[in-house]
């Protein structure tokens, strides 16, 4: 079975930075698939944040965390990464790991084909 692990979620203060994980089991990371991060703030939707494809050549941000946030890949260790910096309280949410398991972008909910569990991130 294909899952999607968080991790790295915590409570910090504004200004702050965290870096999230998240892990696949099941499934070797190979470039070939779209790996994303979405969040979920309470009230709210489900909104993309960031985006890897094509091996770690493509990224997307939304314009929300551009220049704050970096997504990364490490395929050695099967993992994708959410670098967050300078962070605000209008950040706090539930953010998910998804992929999108064959190639084409993933930055809105209806491409995602798979689901994390998420980890909250609470910014004060």
């Known amino acids: 079975e294909v899952q999607l692990v968080e991790s790295g979620g915590d409570s910090v203060q504004t200004g702050g930075s965290l870096r999230l994980s998240c892990s696949a089991s099941?499934?070797?990371?190979?470039?070939?698939?779209?790996v994303g991060w979405f969040r979920e703030a309470p009230g709210k939707g489900r909104e993309g944040v960031a985006s890897?494809?094509?091996?770690?050549?493509?990224?997307n941000y939304a314009s929300s965390v551009k220049g704050r946030f970096t997504i990364s890949q490490d395929n050695a260790k099967n993992t994708v990464y959410l670098q967050m910096s300078n962070l605000k309280p209008e950040d706090t949410a539930m953010y998910y790991c998804?992929?999108?398991?064959?190639?084409?972008?993933?930055?809105?909910?209806?491409?995602?084909?798979?689901w994390g569990l998420g980890t909250q991130v609470t910014v004060s």
């Open positions: 890897i494809r094509d091996g770690g050549a493509t990224t």
């Open positions: 099941g499934y070797r990371l190979d470039g070939s698939e779209c």
């Open positions: 998804a992929a999108k398991m064959i190639e084409g972008s993933c930055s809105v909910v209806s491409a995602i084909d798979l």
